[in-house]
Nanobody, 127 residues
Framework: QEQLVESGGGLVQPGGSLRLSCAPS????????MAWFRQGPGKEREFVAA????????NYADSLKGRFTISRDNAKNTVYLQMNSLKPEDTAKYFC????????????????????WGQGTQVTVSS
């Protein structure tokens, strides 16, 4: 089973930025939709952002639009999550997820459609 490897988490002060990375452990051209979810302390896992690998669609959680940006690097087979103006409430473990399906926009936020998950990377926003 393909695995996803996340990196880039850490401790950052409020107002700061971080960029998370996610790549399959094996080079693959089959992951057509990739996404980021997060789970804060005592909270349920929530959708952050997703994109289709062919560039035909992206989706964001409404509350995060304007601060978070998902992007991809085809050459590196890597998906990124750029997080700006971070707030303490952004503190969470961030998970990368993927599927071989080209999900429609409305399905991208549903974790049930992603069979592949990484182990997560911790992001802590604190002064």
């Amino acid at each position: 089973q393909e695995q996803l490897v996340e990196s880039g988490g850490g401790l950052v002060q409020p107002g700061g930025s971080l960029r998370l990375s996610c790549a399959p452990s094996e080079r693959s051209g089959t992951m057509n939709t990739m996404a980021w979810f997060r789970q804060g302390p005592g909270k349920e896992r929530e959708f952050v952002a997703a994109l289709r690998w062919n560039g035909s669609g992206t989706n964001y959680a409404d509350s995060l639009k304007g601060r978070f940006t998902i992007s991809r690097d085809n050459a590196k087979n890597t998906v990124y999550l750029q997080m700006n103006s971070l707030k303490p409430e952004d503190t969470a473990k961030y998970f990368c997820a993927s599927t071989k399906s080209n999900l429609i926009i409305s399905s991208m936020s549903n974790p049930r459609f992603y069979p592949y998950w990484g182990q997560g990377t911790q992001v802590t926003v604190s002064s």
